[in-house]
């Protein structure tokens, strides 16, 4: 496996279980994208002007990485301060930096 490639599951659990408010505020957001990607699917079938729907797929990509930053940010903050405290930074450092280059390609 490639040093700089992250595996699908890591086995690992959050060092803070995510709040039910967190864990909705995600949610939601995943199901206003989900619904987006079915109004493409739509525009789609339904034969529309290629800007369209190229515009719909770029508000869906700035979704989604929105997503991504909120959950990387909590990451940061949670676990990655968590293993500094307990003397496993560098491992997590190490970590985040493979998830943040493979979040920005």
Known sequence: ????????KSGKQPAAPRTDAEKQAVLNRLKRIEGQVRG???MVENDRYCVDI???ISAIN???NKVGYSLLERHTHHCVADAIKKGEG????????KVVQQFSK
């Open 1 to 8: 496996m490639d040093d700089n490639i992250l595996p699908e």
């Open 62 to 64: 700035k979704a989604i």
């Open 90 to 97: 560098e491992e997590a450092i190490d970590e985040l930096m």
């Open 54 to 56: 190229l515009v719909q």
């Open 40 to 42: 493409i699917q739509k």
